[in-house]
């Protein structure tokens, strides 16, 4: 996985190589072969950039990507809304939170027994299911992820039809029969894939999705200090017995360099609670169960993934105004505290019922509360103790994850520490 994506950074270096005056015949062959897809890799990037913000691949012709997922913040929704409307009017609502396109090249394919640990070297621990895209991991590619707004009916609410015929009439129409062949939009269904797959070669351009350039990166590549209060933050969010935010949201280097992620990409079962405010909810009986459905089939039957939500990278996370994945959430400081007091004040966070009992894990049937996670900082919570953190330092971690914003920096730090070796 990550050998991929460095041969990924390395390819303008390797085309230079390859056309050394000494090459070998055989050497030529490949310089053209990887020439020619670097340069249809750029063409499919320009046209997927231009279908990213066009509203005509919406069926209402006023949504498009960029509409949920904001550039200017850095691919997270753009307002505080629980979930983003959509349908072809515009009025429907969806079932979750948009999560933000960053740093989607870090994420791997979906495993049942994920097996990989760079920070301790040690691939016999099984890390459980992990990786996929979307909340549920139910997709390993963007191309695939693409395609599910594009016809959900609650969200861009087209038909592959319509987005073929979008993509005929767009100004840029040329640049996917440039790198796909003339006749790749004569099709609706070859089409359709031209579109999704130009969308994630957009999403691949590593300088916009993937820049690596907050003031985190900066402070572990010596090119700056971290404020007294962000310091603290960091130890807190690393502390095993404080936040132990770190067992999930990985935030040290790889044994090779690599930079963090601030995520392991598991799916895991939190006890968000529920938000009445989705239109869903209205039905008592409904649950979104994430990673067993019900956008995700395949788990369907199986219990063990009742509940479970993929963890999201903390990358650009102060950029949110809406968290976890039925967008119960509105502060980020309110997060940091429903981790720490999630079982300590229930009532703070849970519905009541009809006799005024706090309904614990209130999104999920009780059925499946084994799968909840009682991992620090949830270990040992009981009703009316001390939690790990207190206010200030709740404070303190969120001032920490502030400096998770890209756009500190102009470049990336990494390739720079590269390059200088």
Known sequence: MHLRRRTLFLLPALLAGFCAPAAEPSAVKNASSYHEAYQRTLLLRTAGKRIFSDSAFSGSGKQSCASCHDPALRYNPPNALDVQPGGKDLRERGLRAPPTLTYLNRVPPYN??????????????????????????????????????????????????????????????????????????????AAFKAVVRALGAFEEDYAEFSPYTSKYDAFLTGRTQLSVQEKRGLTLFNDAKKGNCAQCHISRRGLDGTPPALSDYGLIALGVPRNSGLPRNRDPKFFDLGACGPLRRD???????????????????????????????????????????????????????????VIAYDDLPARYHANINHDPPFADQRLGATPRLNDVEIDDVVAFMKTLTDGYLKDNPYRTQTRDR
């Open 112 to 189: 049942n027994h994920y097996h990989d640990s760079e920070e301790e070297r040690d691939d016999s621990v099984d890390n459980g299911p992990t990786g996929g895209l979307t909340w549920d991991g139910r997709v390993d590619s963007g191309a695939q992820q693409a395609e599910i707004p594009l016809t959900d009916a609650n969200e861009m609410a087209n038909t592959r039809a319509g987005v073929a015929a979008a993509v005929r009439k767009a100004s840029y129409a040329h640049l996917l029969r440039a790198a796909l062949g003339d006749r790749v939009l004569a099709d609706d269904n």
């Open 299 to 357: 788990k369907a039957n199986d219990p063990a993934f009742c509940g479970l939500f993929r963890t999201p990278t903390l990358r650009n996370v102060a950029l949110r105004r809406t968290f976890f994945h039925n967008g119960k959430f509105h502060s980020l400081r309110d997060v940091v505290a429903f981790y720490v007091t999630r079982d300590i004040a229930p009532q703070r966070w849970y519905a009541k019922d009809a006799h005024g009992k």
